[in-house]
């Protein structure tokens, strides 16, 4: 699977924005699909996922109730929509994918996710 992040940019704090991760080569569909993010000196964290069939969703602390992550099975892409952003929103954000399977895997950890975007950065402004 190749994976595509698109949809970065520079923001004012509480402004939204909705970033894009465009799969080829393979479907997203059964697979666990994530949002991770590196702030500049930091290490990379987790933001969101969705399990394989798309009914479990998880959220790290810092975005719950701010970030909702989706995707579209017909446009085999995935989504991060990104409201009342804040400073310490600033990042950039891979997405990533795992390998299809219908069992459980852990959402938080990178090693779930097999295949990996380029990265779209994130630049939030007061």
């Known amino acids: 699977v190749q994976l595509q992040a698109s949809g970065g940019g520079l923001v004012q704090a509480r402004d939204s924005l909705r970033l894009s991760c465009a799969a080829s080569?393979?479907?997203?569909?059964?697979?666990?699909m994530a949002w991770f993010r590196q702030a500049p000196g930091m290490e990379r964290e987790f933001v969101a996922a969705l399990n394989w069939n798309g009914v479990r969703i998880y959220y790290a602390d810092s975005v719950r109730g701010r970030f909702t992550i989706s995707r579209d099975d017909a446009k085999n892409t995935g989504y991060l929509q990104m409201n009342s952003l804040k400073l310490e929103d600033t990042a950039l954000y891979y997405c990533?994918?795992?390998?299809?399977?219908?069992?459980?895997?852990?959402?938080?950890?990178?090693?779930?996710?097999?295949?990996w975007g380029q990265g779209t950065l994130v630049t939030v402004s007061s």
């Open positions: 080569g393979r479907t997203l569909s059964g697979r666990y």
């Open positions: 990533a994918a795992g390998v299809s399977t219908s069992g459980y895997m852990s959402p938080y950890q990178e090693r779930t996710y097999l295949y």
